[in-house]
Structures are given as C-alpha cells and as structure tokens.
C-alpha cells in the first residue's frame, strides 16, 4: 500500500471514528451498571440557616436556605450558563448559576424508564417526551427528574461542573435556596427555588446551592478520549496529505 492510499485510509477511519464516538458520546447507561444510591429518593430537611451574602465578578448576591439537600441521580441533559447562545443570564448579571443539570432517579432507575424518553434543554428548562406506547413497566415517573440550577461561588466546584457530561452519575449536597441579585446595593431581581417534584409537567427546578459535587461514574468517558483522538488523526492525517507530492511525483 503505497503512502497516499494510506493517508487516505487514515482519514476515512478517523471520519468513523469521530462520527461513532460522536453518536454514543451522549448515550445512557442501562441501569444494571448504575450505583444503586440513584434509586433512592432525594434527601431535603428544613433548615433555619441564615441568609448569606457573596460577591462573584463584582455582583453581589444574597442566598436565602429553605432546605437542606442532596441527590444522587444520572445526568440526562444539561446546560452550561456560559455558552455562545445564552443571553439571559448574561442580561440577568448571573454569575452565580452555572449549570443546569437535569437528572433521573428513582422509579425512572428501577424501571428503565429513562431510556424511554427523549430529552433537551433551554435556557432555563429541562424537556423530555416519548413519542408511541411505553410498557407499563417502563412508564415513565414526571416526579422522578428535576432540572437542578447549580448555583456556587466555588472555583472548584464550577471546576468539576465542566467536567460533568450527559450519562454521568453524579451526587450533590447544599441548599435548595433563593437568591436575590443586588446593583448598587438594592435587589434587581430573585430566583426562587421549587420545593417539590410535582410541581411541574417537565420536571421540578430546584435552584441548589452546591456545596459539594461528585461524579461517581463517568460511562461516556472513552467515548469523548475517542473523539478527540479521531480529531487529532485526522488532522495529522489531513497534514500528511498535504505534505505528500502529487501522484505524478511519485
């Protein structure tokens, strides 16, 4: 095989190999290789904490503690605050919520009801929907999935929340809190946090302040080392192509 059919070769395989990492990059364990702390439900007490203040690229904010809580659930969508379309929270002055992180446990787990159902994210909302007939055994509970705003003046939780993807396990623990943003020293506006899971027909919005995050289980993680190796070859490979001479030059 000579060195142009091989560099061509090359870049066919890493094209696959991009495309099949791609598709599965996002996939959902099946519940069998789930932790089983993701059938339980959420822990959420009454707390009389305090109001307290915190100052994040010159906003200040005031979080108010209604609950305390934790949750361990599978990643099923999610969105980044700071990515290229979202205006509203950089209208909102909002450097405090990050990430939304919309997640499944319980009946969804135990039932396998989560690979059912389809879902996306806005701004501010998780969606999900099915579309034909769904086995009773696998229908799927609306109070077992939350789209969690993940609020924290933390480097290095905001450090671990880049680093969570769709299909991940992941446990958090804080407040579920209000929070006020202040200009100038007055309030300019209030986020208000869901208390229950029944209160929406596309899954509770819990407003928690993290305290601590953990992934327990990343599934997807080859699949995303595999992606960009398939993007470096093909670089390397599409470079090799260039630098070869010409057939005729052979």
Known sequence: MNLHRLVNWLIIGSLILIAAAWWRADSLPAPDKLNAALQEEPDQRPTRDKPFETTVLGVQYRIDPRFTYEIAGLVVSMHHADTWWDYAHKEWNDNVNLSDLCVVWGENVRRDAY????????????????????????????????????????????????????????????????????????????????????????????????????????HNRPWRIAMRAGFVLLALSLIAWVALPVRGDD
């Not at 999900?128 to 789209?147: L, R, V, Y």
């Not at 958090?172 to 100038?184: E, H, M, Q, S, W």
């Open 115 to 218: 690979r059912q159902v389809s879902y996306s994210h806005d701004q501010w909302t998780c969606w999900f929907s099915w579309s034909g007939n769904i086995a009773p055994e696998h229908a799927f509970d609306g109070t077992a999935i939350s789209n969690n705003h993940m609020v924290t003046d933390s480097k290095s939780i905001a450090h671990v929340l880049k680093d969570v993807h769709i299909g991940d396990e992941v446990r958090f623990r804080g407040y579920l809190a209000d929070y006020t943003t202040f200009k100038d020293g007055a309030p300019v506006g209030m986020r208000k946090t869901s208390t229950v899971r029944t209160d929406q027909g596309n899954g509770a919005c819990e407003v928690v302040w993290v305290q601590e995050l953990t992934i327990i289980r990343s």
